[in-house]
């Protein structure tokens, strides 16, 4: 019988796609592994590979149809020996097919339960061969706000017994299902519990309600604006940076750092790179400096090396650390993995590589995904200080201005060095004021002392 393919998840945390291109067209054939199509994120560019063999016999949405949900019927394989004639005796494939040529610029829904039909299969992105989009869940009870809530029979009658608002539980059981010891654990204060209805994961809340984009725009006269709408880069970090700050409580800890050692290590360090292929087979910058010895400085100070869940600390045992680096339209934070354990040549080649392929949405989610801490260095444009926001579910960020020369007292005499101001923004609930001091004088004492990060 026909098999559909499904728009896949390229992440644990995508909700819907585009469909930039189509690499095959109806009547190819294809086998498992093939490319047949390239799917667009926030963040990146995947290529899809079949995972079964047979004739495309239908393309369901066309290239360039933006927001399909995971899960969503893209195309239809006939197996051998089938023709077309079999996708119009396939209710489900007929249904989505026609709805789909019918409003193709449309954003398709997202089937509430519908579980996929027998034969059906999901799309595989390339660059990531274990991932795979996630079943639809059962129908369940929703929340105040119609997000679907899923509790075992026992559960519910437990926590009707006990008066406690099941939508509120963070189940434990499969696919985040309320299950009846999530409902003893809440019942003892120790279950995790989410934010009621209307009011942002973590507590917080807002008091002033924001004006409304025609509000906005009735300040501004017409005609003396372009209006420019957002892509899904753009939305994801308003998204995103909005939540940090609304349930992170941040706080900041400011150090000056000389760095007149650094500098000259890494002159040093440069002059002496060998060659290969007539370049230096490798080249630091200060920022390479920055990542090594805020990685060495985690290991030292390992309980600020951390994640923050509702249920408990993550405490990591290497230092991945994300840079933050700025691509068309927004930025995006590569991870350098195990930090700690990597020498300064190797950070700068991994570095360099990850800024290129970043740039041109050419990363894979594990590579931009995770981590404990962060690196966000705006030096090259002449800011001497800012704070930074956390990403999660980093529990800090390390702002890095520039380096400068500046007067300072030295034994009583005023002398020239050269400086850096770095600022740590720190979660609160993860880390405590003093941790964060200890993990910032750990910093500033590394990078004070370059030859450390040679050992």
């Given at each position: 019988?026909?098999?559909?393919?499904?728009?896949?998840?390229?992440?644990?945390?995508?909700?819907?796609?585009?469909?930039?291109?189509?690499?095959?067209?109806?009547?190819?054939?294809?086998?498992?592994?093939?490319?047949?199509?390239?799917?667009?994120?926030?963040?990146?560019?995947?290529?899809?590979?079949?995972?079964?063999?047979?004739?495309?016999?239908?393309?369901?949405?066309?290239?360039?149809?933006?927001?399909?949900?995971?899960?969503?019927?893209?195309?239809?394989?006939?197996?051998?020996?089938?023709?077309?004639?079999?996708?119009?005796?396939?209710?489900?494939a007929k249904a989505e097919a026609s709805k789909a040529e019918s409003k193709p610029a449309q954003k398709p829904a997202v089937p509430a339960a519908a579980k996929p039909?027998?034969?059906?299969?999901?799309?595989?992105?390339?660059?990531?061969?274990?991932?795979?989009?996630?079943?639809?869940?059962?129908?369940?009870?929703?929340?105040?706000?119609?997000?679907?809530?899923?509790?075992?029979?026992?559960?519910?009658?437990?926590?009707?017994?006990?008066?406690?608002?099941?939508?509120?539980?963070?189940?434990?059981?499969?696919?985040?299902?309320?299950?009846?010891?999530?409902?003893?654990?809440?019942?003892?204060?120790?279950?995790?519990?989410?934010?009621?209805?209307?009011?942002?994961?973590?507590?917080?809340?807002?008091?002033?309600?924001?004006?409304?984009?025609?509000?906005?725009?009735?300040?501004?006269?017409?005609?003396?604006?372009?209006?420019?709408?957002?892509?899904?880069?753009?939305k994801t970090i308003a998204k995103r940076l909005l939540e940090s700050k609304l349930t992170i409580p941040h706080y900041y800890l400011t150090v000056d750092i000389q760095?007149?050692?650094?500098?000259?290590?890494?002159?040093?360090?440069?002059?002496?790179?060998?060659?290969?292929?007539?370049?230096?087979?490798?080249?630091?910058?200060?920022?390479?400096?920055?990542?090594?010895?805020?990685?060495?400085?985690?290991?030292?100070?390992?309980?600020?090396?951390?994640?923050?869940?509702?249920?408990?600390?993550?405490?990591?045992?290497?230092?991945?650390?994300?840079?933050?680096?700025?691509?068309?339209?927004?930025?995006?934070?590569?991870?350098?993995?195990?930090?700690?354990?990597?020498?300064?040549?190797?950070?700068?080649?991994?570095?360099?590589?990850?800024?290129?392929?970043?740039?041109?949405?050419?990363?894979?989610?594990?590579?931009?995904?995770?981590?404990?801490?962060?690196?966000?260095?705006?030096?090259?444009?002449?800011?001497?200080?800012?704070?930074?926001?956390?990403?999660?579910?980093?529990?800090?960020i390390l702002a890095i201005g520039a380096g400068e020369e500046r007067a300072v007292a030295r034994k009583g005499e005023i002398v020239v060095a050269n400086m850096m101001?770095?600022?740590?923004?720190?979660?609160?609930?993860?880390?405590?004021?003093?941790?964060?001091?200890?993990?910032?004088?750990?910093?500033?004492?590394?990078?004070?002392?370059?030859?450390?990060?040679?050992?």
């Amino acid at each position: 019988m026909p098999v559909n393919i499904l728009m896949p998840a390229l992440s644990p945390t995508m909700e819907k796609g585009n469909l930039a291109k189509w690499l095959k067209k109806e009547g190819d054939t294809v086998k498992a592994g093939d490319v047949i199509a390239e799917i667009e994120t926030d963040k990146a560019t995947m290529e899809v590979e079949a995972v079964d063999e047979g004739t495309l016999g239908k393309i369901v949405v066309a290239a360039g149809t933006a927001d399909v949900p995971v899960n969503q019927i893209i195309a239809v394989l006939l197996e051998e020996g089938e023709d077309k004639s079999a996708i119009a005796n396939a209710p489900a494939a007929k249904a989505e097919a026609s709805k789909a040529e019918s409003k193709p610029a449309q954003k398709p829904a997202v089937p509430a339960a519908a579980k996929p039909q027998a034969g059906t299969v999901i799309g595989k992105p390339a660059s990531d061969p274990g991932s795979r989009a996630p079943q639809a869940r059962p129908a369940g009870m929703t929340n105040g706000s119609g997000a679907r809530i899923f509790a075992s029979p026992l559960a519910k009658r437990l926590a009707k017994e006990s008066n406690i608002d099941v939508s509120r539980i963070q189940g434990s059981g499969p696919h985040g299902r309320v299950v009846a010891r999530d409902v003893e654990q809440a019942k003892s204060g120790g279950a995790a519990m989410r934010a009621p209805s209307g009011v942002p994961a973590g507590g917080a809340t807002i008091g002033i309600q924001a004006p409304s984009d025609a509000q906005i725009r009735a300040f501004y006269e017409e005609g003396s604006y372009d209006f420019v709408p957002h892509d899904g880069m753009r939305k994801t970090i308003a998204k995103r940076l909005l939540e940090s700050k609304l349930t992170i409580p941040h706080y900041y800890l400011t150090v000056d750092i000389q760095i007149d050692a650094l500098l000259d290590a890494r002159k040093e360090i440069n002059q002496a790179a060998p060659l290969q292929d007539g370049k230096p087979r490798y080249r630091l910058s200060v920022n390479d400096f920055i990542i090594k010895a805020l990685a060495l400085a985690l290991v030292k100070i390992p309980d600020a090396n951390v994640t923050w869940t509702e249920a408990g600390m993550l405490k990591h045992r290497h230092a991945d650390i994300g840079v933050a680096v700025a691509i068309p339209n927004g930025l995006i934070t590569p991870v350098i993995r195990k930090a700690d354990e990597k020498t300064l040549a190797v950070i700068s080649n991994e570095m360099r590589d990850l800024a290129a392929r970043a740039k041109d949405k050419k990363l894979k989610p594990a590579e931009y995904q995770g981590g404990a801490a962060a690196v966000s260095n705006l030096g090259m444009y002449g800011i001497r200080e800012f704070a930074a926001v956390i990403n999660p579910p980093h529990a800090s960020i390390l702002a890095i201005g520039a380096g400068e020369e500046r007067a300072v007292a030295r034994k009583g005499e005023i002398v020239v060095a050269n400086m850096m101001t770095a600022t740590l923004s720190v979660d609160h609930r993860a880390v405590d004021g003093a941790l964060g001091a200890e993990l910032l004088s750990a910093f500033k004492e590394i990078v004070e002392n370059p030859v450390r990060m040679m050992i």
